[in-house]
């Protein structure tokens, strides 16, 4: 493969990548909390950069509240255990209303809706929403992982006397499970971002942690969203 065709393929896996609203979002989202680590909640270039991108992200999310409503009232995977179930309801229920707000409050920032109290209000109900279903996420990841690593334990013990990483199901496993792990990350510091926003523990989540989480889970989100590579054609 020449040079320029493997420059031609990297851009195609760049453009594949910022086409989608939602790795744009993250991105921004990146600049957002970047921004509030580097201001620590002083007025200055930075804050403001803050709080244009957060307002800016709005838009990415309008009528996103649909993809988890959708998941809501969708059947689950069979075998699942009653609790996860649950759990993974309670997150979705949440997160819908999170991002259903969230577009009201895009109105009252924007100004269409006039009632300021109101909207500080809903604002602040929305983050809660968001915490809650960043709680249930990493239960239910945390619910996951045990499930994978039994089953894995269990294959191992079937594949007693062969090497574990040259099966592929053992591997698919594993794959998942990494996956799970870093969402579990995600999601516990998610749960300080929120904290952070809500302003629940002024003295410890200064707006400085609360930035350098948000950037962190932003680019582990960033991570998630890459395209896979093509696997190359052997001759």
């Not at 255990?81 to 259903?100: I, M």
């Not at 983050?127 to 279903?133: A, F, I, K, N, V």
């Not at 962190?216 to 696997?231: E, G, N, V």
Request: glycine residues 6%.
């Amino acid at each position: 493969m020449s040079v320029l065709d493997a420059t031609r393929g990297e851009l195609g896996l760049l453009v594949l990548y910022l086409n989608k609203a939602e790795a744009r979002d993250k991105l921004c989202r990146a600049i957002q909390y970047g921004s509030k680590f580097l201001s620590n909640g002083e007025p200055g270039t930075a804050q403001n950069v803050d709080k244009s991108t957060s307002l800016a992200r709005k838009v990415f999310r309008l009528f996103k509240f649909v993809n988890d409503l959708h998941a809501l009232i969708s059947p689950t995977t069979p075998g699942t255990p009653l609790p996860l179930v649950l759990l993974g309801k309670s997150k979705n229920a949440l997160l819908s209303t999170f991002l259903f707000l969230d577009q009201i409050v895009w109105l009252g920032r924007t100004g269409i809706y006039k009632n300021k109290e109101r909207t500080d209000l809903i604002a602040r109900i929305s983050l809660y929403c968001w915490m809650g279903s960043s709680i249930a996420t990493t239960l239910v990841e945390l619910g996951e992982l045990g499930r994978l690593s039994a089953s894995m334990k269990k294959l191992d013990k079937d594949l007693k006397g062969c090497d574990k990483y040259k099966n592929e199901q053992y591997r698919a496993k594993l794959e998942k499970s990494n996956q799970r792990s870093l969402a579990l990350v995600k999601a516990a510091l998610d749960i300080v971002v929120a904290v952070g926003l809500l302003q629940l523990a002024r003295k410890k989540v200064t707006p400085r942690v609360t930035g350098a989480f948000g950037l962190a889970t932003s680019l582990i989100s960033c991570y998630q969203l890459l395209p896979s590579r093509p696997k190359s054609k052997t001759t």
